[in-house]
């Protein structure tokens, strides 16, 4: 299995940024995609960023520019640095990999439990 952990959620005003980390671990084989998604009260979840293996990066729309998705493939490890923060960008935010626990076997989402982002007006 894999464990996904996040980090770096909190209480900041408009304008202000915050870091976001997520940590895998567990028997990891290969990682493919890695990203961040949201979910803000009574909202769906979203895609906010991804990136994949080699570096590709995606985000939404209404993070361009402001949020910037990275990597870190020895440490297995991804981050978002999130600035220009606006109240609609509070939301639990949740880590997700795409990634194999062995050889030859088909890769599958995991998800973290999410940390809190909120934004003060």
């Known amino acids: 299995q894999v464990q996904l952990v996040e980090s770096g959620g909190g209480l900041v005003q408009a304008g202000g940024s915050l870091r976001l980390s997520c940590a895998a671990s567990g028997r990891i084989f290969s990682i493919n995609t890695m990203g961040w998604y949201r979910q803000a009260p009574g909202k769906q979840r979203e895609l906010v960023a991804d990136?994949?293996?080699?570096?590709?990066?995606n985000y939404a729309d209404s993070v361009k520019g402001r949020f910037t998705i990275s990597r870190d493939n020895a440490k297995k490890m991804v981050y978002l640095q999130m600035d220009s923060l606006k109240p609609e960008d509070t939301a639990l935010y949740y880590c997700?990999?795409?990634?194999?626990?062995?050889?030859?076997?088909?890769?599958?989402?995991?998800w973290g439990q999410g940390t809190q982002v909120t934004v003060s007006s």
């Open positions: 990136i994949t293996s080699g570096s590709t990066t």
């Open positions: 997700n990999v795409h990634a194999a626990t062995l050889r030859y076997w088909p890769a599958t989402y995991y």
